[in-house]
């Protein structure tokens, strides 16, 4: 039986995963993606706003599918508080003709060293034009059952490779500029893929998901080899990922303008060339989480 985003808040964690629990801070949801997942290094021949970030990568093949994954604690570092972590995350990509429609759902549970434990449930959903020049978003973190923060709005480029701005309508009427070459999530993780394919070993780009109030961030990815295939039993339409290219893509995330500071957060994904992530690790800094693909799900693509 396939796991939607509507069942994934009352399925219970699998028996192979022990409830968990944490405190402390709240993980974002910005997978978004990623690939999201997903999008300040040398870069390898690219420039942001350059003729090289205004070619669209056209020879990017995305699959349309629902990717579901086990999701557990990797790492907690010292002072973090955290004993464990366990969940689920389902990440669907739809092929709607003029766009892409991108959903993500992340619920996790927590536990602190001192035994107390909290839920979270972040949802992420969007629409993004394939010229990528259009973004709607809209996201919802909950904790406990409360709804701890809501975001909502749209932005828009004025051209490959040029400015543009967003604008919230929740939590509050808010707009801003976008600088000159900001990508869209959809349209960032096709460019890593064409990047990975033409050999580049890293690339920088400003990339905006709708997740945070503020401005864009700065992307950071490093490209390498495949890692070694996971072990983990894949459910599903497992035929989406044989005869695929894959890369080993750590993605660290800044805000915008804090070039020499750690990252807000990092992703490492074993990405295919077709836009599936075979696995993930979100690093928080005070703890990590690990994500593997345990069910795949082709989804349809649309007579246009």
């Known amino acids: 039986m396939d796991i939607t985003l509507e069942?994934?808040?009352?399925?219970?964690?699998?028996?192979?995963?022990?409830?968990?629990?944490?405190?402390?801070?709240?993980?974002?949801?910005?997978?978004?993606?990623?690939?999201?997942?997903?999008?300040?290094?040398?870069?390898?021949g690219l420039q942001i706003g350059g003729a090289a970030a205004q070619q669209r990568p056209q020879d990017v093949v995305l699959v349309p599918h629902r990717a579901t994954y086990d999701m557990k604690l990797s790492v907690a570092r010292a002072n973090s508080g955290i004993a464990d972590v366990n969940g689920r995350m389902v990440l669907e990509t739809v092929d709607s003709c003029d766009g892409w429609e991108v959903k993500q759902r992340i619920k996790l549970k927590f536990l602190r060293n001192d035994g107390e434990e909290f839920d979270t449930d972040s949802t992420f959903t969007s629409y993004e034009s394939k010229d990528g020049l259009g973004l709607r978003f809209s996201v919802r973190n909950i904790q406990?059952?409360?709804?701890?923060?809501?975001?909502?709005?749209?932005?828009?480029?004025?051209?490959?490779?040029?400015?543009?701005?967003?604008?919230?309508?929740?939590?509050?009427?808010?707009?801003?500029?976008?600088?000159?070459?900001?990508?869209?999530?959809?349209?960032?993780?096709?460019?890593?893929?064409?990047?990975?394919r033409d050999g580049d070993k890293s690339a920088t780009y400003y990339v905006f998901d709708g997740a945070r109030l503020d401005g864009a961030f700065q992307v950071n990815a490093v490209i390498g080899k495949a890692p070694r295939s996971s072990s983990t039993p894949i459910r599903g339409d497992v035929a989406l990922l044989r005869n695929q290219p894959s890369w080993s893509v750590r993605l660290a995330f800044f805000a915008a303008g804090d070039q020499g500071a750690n990252p807000e957060y990092e992703l490492a994904l074993d990405l295919l060339a077709n836009g599936i992530a075979r696995s993930m690790v979100l690093d928080y800094g005070d703890f990590a989480v690990d994500a593997r693909l345990v069910q795949l799900q082709a989804l349809p693509r649309p007579r246009c």
């Open 144 to 196: 406990d059952n409360e709804v701890e923060e809501e975001l909502r709005g749209q932005a828009d480029l004025e051209g490959q490779g040029g400015k543009g701005r967003a604008s919230f309508t929740l939590p509050e009427i808010r707009s801003f500029e976008l600088p000159a070459g900001t990508l869209f999530p959809t349209t960032h993780l096709a460019r890593i893929i064409r990047h990975a």
């Open 7 to 44: 069942d994934l808040a009352t399925r219970p964690a699998p028996p192979s995963c022990p409830l968990i629990t944490l405190s402390f801070r709240r993980p974002r949801v910005q997978i978004a993606v990623l690939l999201a997942a997903v999008c300040v290094f040398p870069l390898a």
